[in-house]
């Protein structure tokens, strides 16, 4: 919802609305899971081991799609790309040390779930609900899918 880089870069002003009004949704009922968790007798030893888990388990499969779509690309044939092979991790690790910055270093987004194994951690202070609302509020894409759905 607040990047502001790709727009800099010169992004298709469509996905860029798609992009942010799916952030401003994740802000909206960031807590949803968490409170249902909790309520459920989930309690923080579990949770640690668990997103340990999920984290992995996440980037591994953003790696194994990327890796998939870059084998159908003659360009990277050669490499035979799969999650296995060093070759793609390397690739990302490279591709985000680049100026450009379209990709996130994979530390970096390792590091942004950090936050979530602490004890104290609560999603409410992830983003902020009013600035989700005034996107939505001002979005193309929401106002189009509000429009259908009506």
Not at 3 to 31: C, F
Not at 51 to 64: F, K, T
């Amino acid at each position: 919802l607040y990047n502001t880089e790709w727009e800099r870069l010169g992004a298709d002003p469509n996905m860029l609305d798609l992009v942010k009004w799916h952030g401003a949704e994740e802000i909206e009922h960031r807590s949803v899971a968490f409170d249902l968790y909790r309520h459920l007798g989930g309690g923080y030893i579990a949770r640690y081991y668990l997103s340990v888990v999920v984290i992995i388990g996440v980037i591994g499969l953003w790696v194994d799609g990327a890796a998939h779509l870059l084998s159908q690309d003659s360009r990277f044939k050669q490499y035979k790309p799969a999650v296995y092979k060093p070759w793609i991790w390397k690739e990302w690790l490279r591709i985000s040390q680049l100026d450009n910055r379209l990709l996130p270093n994979p530390l970096w987004l390792v590091s942004q779930q950090l936050g979530y194994l602490m004890p104290w951690y609560d999603p409410v202070h992830e983003g902020s609900t009013d600035d989700a609302l005034h996107y939505l509020n001002h979005s193309q894409a929401a106002k189009r899918a509000t429009l259908k759905v009506a």
